[in-house]
Nanobody, 120 residues
Framework: QLQASGGGLVQAGDSLRVSCAASARIYSSNVMAWFRQASGQEREFSAAIRYGTGNTYYADSVKGRFTISRDKAKNTVYLQMNNLKPDDTAVYYC???????????????WGQGTLVTVSS
């Protein structure tokens, strides 16, 4: 199971870090990703990391502002979000898959989501 946490209400320009803790082992072959879903919109890819190599991937909308990382000792993945904008307001979901993809269909396990609200 994946447990997302760390969401909250912040102002534009602020930073926030959300976390995703896994109760089961994350294998080096796994890819961990963050998706987000704004109200009334489809879930969209934000960032991903290959758990073994640490290679990272970002959507253009967050590149340069968001950083995905992992702590193998804690079995946890993070998404550091800087210079937040109102358009970043969404429920953020972590997901685990067996290969890198930007499609929600390629991820087998999902966390419950954590709400990030950015006010202007």
């Amino acid at each position: 199971q994946l447990q997302a946490s760390g969401g909250g209400l912040v102002q534009a320009g602020d930073s926030l870090r959300v976390s995703c803790a896994a109760s089961a082992r994350i294998y080096s072959s796994n890819v961990m990703a963050w998706f987000r879903q704004a109200s009334g919109q489809e879930r969209e890819f934000s960032a991903a990391i290959r758990y073994g190599t640490g290679n990272t991937y970002y959507a253009d909308s967050v590149k340069g502002r968001f950083t995905i990382s992992r702590d193998k000792a804690k079995n946890t993945v993070y998404l550091q979000m800087n210079n937040l904008k109102p358009d970043d307001t969404a429920v953020y979901y972590c997901a685990m898959g067996r290969s890198y993809s930007r499609s929600v269909r390629e991820y087998d396990y999902w966390g419950q989501g954590t709400l990030v609200t950015v006010s202007s």
